[in-house]
């Protein structure tokens, strides 16, 4: 079957290379998505091992419309009970770009009432909607005059592991940190340090990939669970190809909050790996490489409750400790700040644009020699 998985802008290669070494078939990178192709037990597999994944989507129908009547005609006429159960909770998830239906909301409303008219037809009553906890989630794509009506297989997005039971003062998202060390290269070949570590997603992340752990193992229920063709003993299976690895190098974070601390440990306990990362209060300039060579990954503090030239100056003092300190080490730095990067000093072997939530940041690759 054809499959959609959704991601953030800049990271869709990384996406796409990650489905090629799960095994999918005719892999293609979309704008923030990549299409493939793969059975049942790759759709499952996506949802548990997908790193760089918001959701893992399953189309059922594309059409062309003309109207509004069309559009409700055309979702009234899928046979939805192929799918679910009338008795399942939905949600209907739309975006828009189109004269047709210029408001998301009032598309997911129309699906709404197509589908509750759908079932009420044929089982004489009709879902109820869940807006906080639904069973079956629905996802319309409308461009112009082409819709694509697709089941979410994943339920909540797949950023939301289960792991993180505190977020830090501008925490990063698990998917853009796992990009992130993905990006780098880095698989735990070397020590790893996050000198701005906040509550230790970058940490938790890189963890998760040397230990050759999926993420989707924190997660208690994924919505293709809820699905008729749901097979749990091909889940089963596809739970137990697990092959976790020992890490054997440091994994180290410090923050000079001691809050964020707290945070941090909380969630890498919840995550089980608090023997595979450590992390202590400290300034950054605390720290020093212990190895021949390393690996920096961190997100330093940008925001606007930071004085520009506070900013700019923590910045500068970063980039002359790693100049000083880490030497034949890589530090890849991500921040939504161009202007504080620049006092970084050093040249850049490589610049990605990324976006943290709806901020566009750029990720920078430094060399230290």
């Not at 892999?27 to 998505?33: D, K, Q």
């Not at 002359?320 to 890849?332: I, Q």
């Not at 202007?339 to 976006?355: D, E, P, V």
């Amino acid at each position: 079957m054809k499959l959609v998985s959704k991601t953030f802008l800049g990271l869709e290669e990384t996406l796409a290379q990650e489905l090629r070494e799960l095994g999918a078939q005719n892999v293609e990178i979309l704008n923030r998505a990549v299409s493939f192709e793969g059975d049942k037990a790759m759709l499952y597999r996506a949802n548990l091992a997908l790193r760089t994944a918001l959701n893992v989507l399953m189309p059922i129908k594309t059409f062309t419309i003309e109207s509004q009547q069309d559009f409700y005609d055309q979702v009234r006429s899928i046979d939805w009970q192929q799918y679910f159960r009338v008795r399942k909770t939905i949600l209907v998830n739309a975006t828009t770009n189109s004269t047709i239906f210029d408001h998301s909301h009032f598309l997911e409303l129309r699906t709404k009432d197509a589908v509750a008219d759908y079932f009420t037809d044929v089982a004489r009553r009709r879902p109820n909607v869940d807006k906080e906890n639904p069973q079956v989630r629905i996802d319309v794509h409308l461009k112009d005059k082409e819709c694509t009506i697709s089941l979410n297989s994943s339920g909540q997005a797949l950023f939301k592991r289960g792991y993180r039971k505190h977020h830090g003062e501008a925490s990063i998202n698990e998917v853009l940190a796992a990009g992130i060390v993905l990006q780098s290269g880095w698989r735990g070949e070397n020590e790893l340090i996050d000198p701005f570590c906040g509550s230790g997603t970058i940490l938790t992340e890189a963890a998760l990939i040397a230990a050759n752990i999926r993420p989707g193992v924190y997660r208690d229920q994924f919505a293709f669970e809820h699905w008729l063709d749901f097979e749990r003993k091909v889940l089963e299976e596809v739970q137990e190809e697990d092959e976790q690895v020992k890490i054997e190098v440091p994994i180290l974070g410090v923050d000079i909050s001691p809050k964020q601390i707290g945070f941090a440990k909380a969630n890498i306990e919840s995550a089980f790996l608090q023997k595979a990362i450590s992390v202590q209060v400290s300034d950054f300039s605390s720290i020093q490489g212990e190895d021949e060579q390393g690996t920096i990954i961190t997100n330093p503090p940008y925001d606007k409750r930071v004085k520009a030239d506070e900013v700019e100056k923590l910045y500068r003092r970063f980039g002359d400790h790693l100049k000083n300190e880490f030497k034949d080490y890589n530090a890849w730095i991500i921040s939504g700040n161009p202007q504080a990067l620049k006092n970084i000093g050093l040249k850049t072997s490589a610049r990605i644009t990324l976006f943290n939530g709806p901020i566009e940041s750029k990720l920078c690759h430094y060399e230290l020699f």
